[in-house]
């Protein structure tokens, strides 16, 4: 499968534990998004990488969230001390540095459920 | 700023019935219109495009306009089947493609 590969694609977790998405993908594009999306919303943008440089980050992404490409390839995004309101299904996506690209390919997402 | 707007669901149609999904935007630049598709446990697929005013995105039956007087950017089929049932959203993309703007999406229920 050559797709974007989000795991694991559903978490649950207690309140106040930390949890970690990976994000795989497609090979040899340089650009990774993630996105968060809440039932009955549309997705939500969260951060964005070229390559290994986390180039923009939404006000969404609290101190309790962290993400990471460290060589350009796979992407992790933790978020400390889980609260209720982080219960969301989180998406990744890729794309490549083209001209005139206009498309991100997105993965199937990670379900997190904090109980 | 940069939002897209789009008729909320559930819309409920029978087969071969038409299909009409409002969507509007307002973006600070020059914007890309897009339509994604999210089937049930699946995740966002790209339905189709345009990325400049006047042009028509087309893919299985659907098409979309890109209105620049409107700013809209309305997704249409003639003729919907039971299989066309999932989530549908409307998005934009400003400048360099860094960024995805998405409505808050559209739920289609088809009827056989």
């Known amino acids: 499968d050559t797709g974007v590969s989000q795991n694991p694609r559903h978490k649950i977790t207690k309140r106040g534990q930390n949890v970690t998405f990976r994000c795989d993908p497609i090979?040899?594009?340089?650009?990774l998004y993630w996105y968060r999306q809440t039932l009955g919303q549309g997705p939500e943008f969260l951060t964005y990488?070229?390559?290994?440089?986390?180039?923009?980050k939404s006000r969404l992404l609290s101190d309790r969230f962290s993400a990471e490409r460290p060589k350009g390839s796979f992407s992790t995004l933790e978020i400390q001390r889980t609260e209720q309101g982080d219960s969301a299904m989180y998406l990744c996506?890729?794309?490549?540095?083209?001209?005139?690209?206009?498309?991100?390919?997105f993965g199937q997402g990670t379900r997190l459920t904090v109980v | 700023g940069n939002s897209v707007t789009q008729m909320e669901g559930p819309v409920t149609l029978s087969e071969e019935a038409f299909l009409t999904i409002n969507c509007t935007y307002t973006?600070?630049?020059?914007?890309?219109l897009f339509w994604y598709v999210q089937y049930p446990g699946e995740g966002l697929q790209l339905l189709l495009k345009?990325?400049?005013?006047?042009d028509k995105g087309s893919n299985k039956g659907f098409e979309a306009t890109y209105r620049k007087e409107t700013t809209s950017f309305h997704l249409e089929k003639g003729s919907v089947q039971v299989s066309d049932s999932a989530v549908y959203f409307c998005?934009?993309?400003?400048?360099?493609?860094?960024?995805?703007?998405f409505g808050s999406g559209t739920k289609l229920n088809v009827k056989p």
């Open positions: 990488f070229q390559n290994e440089a986390q180039l923009e």
């Open positions: 345009a990325t400049k005013a006047d």
């Open positions: 090979s040899e594009h340089n650009r």
């Open positions: 998005a934009l993309s400003i400048y360099n493609f860094n960024k995805f703007y």
């Open positions: 996506a890729s794309s490549p540095t083209l001209a005139g690209n206009t498309e991100a390919f």
């Open positions: 973006a600070t630049g020059y914007p890309s």
